[in-house]
């Protein structure tokens, strides 16, 4: 069955990177993007970008140009996604999630169980 | 960018009566819309896409419509289970999540 497993909870102080991983299982990694959606305590889903599995082509949310770095290590089947300069705006849920079958921008049918990341001094 | 609305806000149903999800988009999004639910401490789950074609697994009592700029989802008969959030999103456009709808026990 399709999983998508991401990396523990973290705490980072004001001005540090976090980088979170999630682990595809189930399916062909590379035929399908994957995207990232952050969710902050008690507020709606905010779209960060997707990384295309296959060629490593990225695209970003435009609120997050400069500050975001998704990767994938296709030998391992995961995607990454880093944060730098993180402020107290940043602690929320993170998900990984996986589009659509043929979609770039597209429904998301899988998704990771979500890592927490706090940004506190 | 598109941006998407949903009515109302907060939405009290009461177990066994049917509740109707409102999603507007601020222009044609065609019939790329999908809808998610998402628990506390879950991570969201999809119900709909393509405006009205279930997902894998999900009970017949969610359905989906629409087009165009104005969207709906019907859950019929509201089981325990159905109390969540639910959010609408466009994929015709790049992509956006509309704010959410939350349904509560009434």
């Known amino acids: 069955q399709v999983q998508l497993v991401q990396s523990g909870a973290e705490v980072k102080k004001p001005g540090a990177s976090v980088k979170v991983s999630c682990k595809a299982s189930?399916?062909?990694?590379?035929?399908?993007?994957i995207h990232w959606v952050r969710q902050a305590p008690g507020q709606g889903l905010e779209w960060m970008g997707w990384?295309?599995?296959?060629?490593?082509?990225?695209n970003y949310a435009q609120e997050f140009q400069g500050r975001v770095t998704m990767t994938r290590d296709t030998s391992i089947n995961s995607a990454y996604m880093e944060l730098s300069r993180l402020s107290s705006d940043d602690t929320a849920m993170y998900f990984c999630?996986?589009?659509?079958?043929?979609?770039?921008?597209?429904?998301?049918?899988?998704w990771g169980q979500g890592t927490l990341v706090t940004v506190s001094s | 960018e598109i941006v998407m609305t949903q009515s109302p806000a907060t939405l009290s149903v009461s177990p066994g009566e049917s509740a109707t999800l409102s999603c507007r988009a601020s222009?044609?999004?065609?019939?790329?819309l999908a809808w998610y639910q998402q628990k506390p401490g879950q991570a969201p789950r999809l119900l709909i896409y393509?405006?009205?074609t279930r997902a894998t697994g999900i009970p017949a009592r969610f359905s989906g419509s629409g087009s165009g700029t104005e969207f709906t989802l019907t859950i019929s008969s509201l089981q325990s289970e159905d109390f969540a959030v639910y959010y609408c999103?466009?994929?015709?456009?790049?992509?956006?999540f509309g704010q959410g709808t939350k349904v509560e026990i009434k």
């Open positions: 999630a996986r589009a659509g079958e043929g979609f770039t921008f597209g429904y998301f049918d899988y």
């Open positions: 393509g405006a009205s």
């Open positions: 990384i295309n599995t296959h060629t490593g082509d990225t």
């Open positions: 999103q466009q994929y015709n456009n790049r992509q956006t």
């Open positions: 189930g399916y062909t990694f590379t035929a399908y993007y």
């Open positions: 222009q044609s999004v065609s019939f790329s």
